[in-house]
């Protein structure tokens, strides 16, 4: 590389000013049609056709108003800027821990979030937290703050650990969460950091008991104050089992003064959310009060009397991992696919590519096979946004109020197997976004692929998809059991009686269903619930008499990929009957006939993912399933036409995606073209031979 001089500078800003854009522009201004040659090789085909307000409005209710106020808060130059650092490859990993810990103090200090909210409205609490989320490392900083250290004290702890929630509600605290180890993360029973009660001193004693027992990715850890930390309780040698304990890590007047015996170290750069700190922890004999054991399901005593409101050890262990719901809850947000496919539309919109012979090129959007690959993602985020929804609901409805074992366990299995699912089916959409949208989507400032990159630790955090999936699949046959006993089983299963035939080795005829013919039937929102929890009710029998009734553990390994399957079909049914619902229940009519497509394609895009299923099972018929995939095809058509409006209506401005790539006055090449020669300029390394004049 040449060193840049003056003169190359001077033609760097010649070419900036071409594109009505200097340096001391933050955005682009208005382009001439006229001057762009390439406008007249363009034939644009998609253009807004419906005011997307009140569809906005719909799909982010009951909580429009806090994301709202959230996103007017993020909309300040400061942040915006500094969340462009944050997903810009090139800036350095010191800069983006910079860049990520301003965003997070400065959000803090605005008190966008607090305890007060999450105790008195948690599904509010949620969906302000969900939309910090679109600042990417930052939102994650908050939810580890909130959703996990807070969180943990708010459900775990007592009146005692009160001054710890209005500390964090002052921006006094900050906090950190450590259940993962080296060497544990799902099975949280083997993890090995010891808490020992000494009776004389009447403290705990923290220790990690070797390396591979050292805590691992715990976010915020490198200028937490204080530690969710879990241990295995010994009192007089004798175990107790998993507890949580709040440990101090540093003086809150001081963050560069650890206290003796806390080790904490970086894990290192990752394959994306570089911006967040993820820290090795490990203790060395670090002595905690008494008192700092979270102490709402058992407590030790002065004399170090052992009690707790559960008998079982198990029970206590599980209401103890309830915890963790409220990070599940909040990956069920379809939020990163929102981003994706939104950009991946615009540029698609945009983007021309060949065309008609001796015609205008037209925008790569026109084709069917784009189209086929980028609509259906559509239908996939609004059916999850009305997910998202109930989810939230169903789990602020469990928060701070008792719970019947039932409910709780189905609350737990919900969370699991939605999170699982849709965390992989966001992954899935991201890179189907990424490919979609060429060499473009590749680049960094297309951002598609640094929400691909992050979206692939929600795939991993709060909880393996494998292993939740597990937790769903057991609560799926122990409702079966109660079901065949003719005891309650839980709401969400309650399809179980439509399909008694089914779980007891019959067969299911879709005449049964409302309509009763093929073409009336599959445009109806229920005509899809009732598929899906027919293929559930159907995978569960097969279960059940493979398993020979006798789900011990080496049935359950040996069935454990027909387990995951159930699980995930459970998952379906729920998103899709969220969508149904809401489908059916709208009133405004002024969307109604978009939101009948949507939810027909999404209907229609699941059964055609198991044709092969309902083929084997002779539920469809050769005939119907080839319908199904022409009906899909139509749909994709149909709904292309609206597809720019349909995606503002998640309603994100240029300045939250973020990116160049998705600039809804179409400008995208000329503000790509310049944030590339801002970066030249910035940085001085452009070769002079090489400026492209």
């Known amino acids: 590389m040449l060193n840049n001089g003056p003169n190359t500078n001077k033609r760097l800003l010649s070419l900036l000013t071409q594109l009505n854009f200097t340096q001391n522009k933050e955005q682009l201004s208005k382009i001439n049609s006229n001057n762009c040659s390439n406008k007249e090789k363009i034939k644009v085909e998609f253009k807004r056709t419906f005011d997307p307000q009140p569809l906005l409005f719909y799909l982010d209710s009951p909580h429009f108003q806090e994301r709202r106020e959230v996103l007017e808060t993020l909309n300040c130059p400061k942040i915006s800027q500094l969340v462009k650092v944050i997903g810009w490859q090139g800036d350095s990993l010191q800069t983006k821990r910079a860049a990520t810990n301003a965003i997070f103090f400065e959000l803090l200090k605005k008190k966008v979030l607090s305890v007060e909210l999450l105790k008195k409205n948690p599904a509010a609490f949620l969906a302000k937290l969900e939309t910090l989320s679109m600042t990417g490392e930052p939102g994650t900083k908050f939810a580890v703050q909130f959703s996990l250290f807070a969180f943990s004290i708010l459900h775990l702890g007592t009146e005692r650990h009160e001054k710890y929630l209005q500390a964090i509600d002052d921006a006094q605290l900050v906090g950190c969460f450590a259940i993962t180890e080296l060497s544990h993360g799902s099975n949280v029973n083997g993890i090995c950091t010891t808490a020992v009660y000494d009776v004389e001193k009447q403290i705990f004693i923290i220790n990690t008991p070797d390396p591979l027992s050292s805590k691992w990715w715990i976010g915020n850890a490198s200028h937490a104050h204080m530690c969710t930390v879990f241990c295995q309780l010994y009192i007089n040698n004798q175990h107790y089992g998993i507890h949580a304990f709040l440990v101090p890590l540093r003086d809150p007047k001081d963050c560069c003064n650890r206290y003796p015996g806390v080790f904490v170290g970086d894990c290192g750069e990752k394959m994306g959310a570089n911006g ?64 994706g496919i939104t950009i991946a539309i615009r540029y698609s919109a945009l983007r021309p590519q060949f065309g008609p012979p001796n015609q205008p090129e037209i925008p790569i959007l026109f084709y069917q096979s784009q189209k086929r690959r980028l609509i259906p993602l559509i239908a996939t985020c609004y059916a999850m946004c009305f997910t998202r929804n109930v989810i939230y609901v169903t789990w602020g409805s469990s928060v701070g ?45 297309g951002r598609i692929g640094y929400a691909l990159a992050v979206q692939q630790a929600s795939v991993t955090y709060e909880g393996d998809v494998v292993v939740l ?10 409702n079966f059991k109660r079901f065949m ?33 093929f073409e009336n039937q599959i445009f109806e929102p229920n005509f899809y619930v009732k598929s899906m929890q027919f293929r559930t009710c159907y995978l569960l029998n097969r279960l059940i008499n493979k398993m020979q009734f006798q789900p011990n553990y080496d049935t359950w390994q040996a069935n454990l990929y027909d387990l995951i399957t159930l699980a995930k079909s459970f998952a379906e049914v729920i998103i899709l009957d969220c969508f149904a619902k809401a489908t059916i229940n709208n009133t405004n009519t002024t969307f109604q006939n978009h939101l009948n497509s949507l939810c027909s394609l999404y209907g229609l895009s699941r059964i055609e993912e198991h044709m092969g299923f309902f083929c084997a099972t002779n539920y469809f018929e050769s005939n119907e399933s080839f319908a199904i995939n022409d009906l899909i095809t139509q ?39 310049s944030r590339y020669l801002r970066a030249a300029l910035d940085s001085n390394t452009w070769p002079v031979n090489q400026i492209p004049i």
């Open 276 to 339: 967040l700190d993820n820290s090795i922890l490990r203790f060395t004999n670090v002595q905690i009060p008494r008192e700092n054991l979270l102490n709402r399901l058992s407590d030790v005593a002065i004399d170090g009397t052992f009690s707790s409101i559960y008998k079982e050890p198990n029970e206590r262990f599980a209401e103890m991992l309830g915890e963790l719901s409220a990070g599940r809850a909040l990956l069920s947000s379809p939020l990163p696919l929102q981003v």
């Open 635 to 673: 749909l994709c058509e149909q709904l292309a036409q609206h597809s720019l409006s349909l995606t503002d209506a998640f309603g994100f401005t240029d300045n939250s995606i973020a990116t160049p790539l998705a600039q809804s006055d179409n400008h995208s090449y000329h503000l790509m073209m």
């Open 485 to 517: 006993q003719n005891k309650p089983i839980a709401k969400s299963m309650q399809f179980f009686q439509d399909f008694s035939d089914v779980l007891n080795g019959g067969t299911f005829n879709k005449s049964e269903l409302n309509s009763t013919n």
């Open 469 to 478: 999936l597990q937790v769903t699949a057991k609560e799926l046959l122990v």
């Open 401 to 445: 109020v008792h719970v019947e074992k039932l409910e709780r366990n189905e609350i737990h299995a919900l969370t699991s197997g939605v999170k699982a699912l849709t965390t992989e089916l966001i992954a899935n959409g991201l890179k189907t976004c990424r490919e979609s949208s060429g060499s473009h989507g590749y680049s960094n400032i």
